[in-house]
């Protein structure tokens, strides 16, 4: 059974950088940042296959970068040009098989999530 856990989040400037990490235990085929941010609806940002192949969100494409280091079970989500609207709880989550689908931003399909990641307001 997949396990995950973040880490990363915490303070930063405003068009500055952060990297969330997301460790996991088991496979997992599909794996994706997750974020909430308060009174609004998930939003998957980015989402990996294990054959390294990556889609992200309109609203992150070109600033965040999504990884995954099988040799380490880690996740990785480098975000860059950080801006006020990135703030939220950040989660990282799995989906451990099943077919492609393009349809990688519905949320539901996704089984296993980890406890969140803050990233707070840029100041």
């Known amino acids: 059974q997949v396990q995950l856990q973040e880490s990363g989040g915490g303070s930063v400037q405003s068009g500055g950088s952060l990297k969330l990490s997301c460790i996991y235990s088991?496979?997992?085929?599909?794996m994706a940042w997750v974020r909430q941010a308060p009174g609004k609806e998930r939003e998957a940002v980015a989402r990996?296959?294990?054959?390294?192949?990556?889609a992200y969100a309109d609203s992150v494409k070109g600033r965040f970068t999504i990884s995954r280091d099988n040799a380490k079970n880690t996740l990785y989500l480098q975000m860059n040009s950080l801006k006020p609207e990135d703030t939220a709880m950040y989660y990282c989550?799995?989906?451990?098989?099943?077919?492609?689908?393009?349809?990688?931003?519905?949320?539901?399909?996704?089984?296993?999530w980890g406890q969140g990641t803050q990233v707070p307001s840029p100041h």
């Open positions: 088991g496979y997992s085929r599909y």
């Open positions: 990996i296959v294990d054959n390294g192949f990556t």
């Open positions: 989550a799995a989906r451990p098989q099943g077919a492609y689908t393009q349809y990688w931003q519905e949320t539901s399909q996704y089984d296993v």
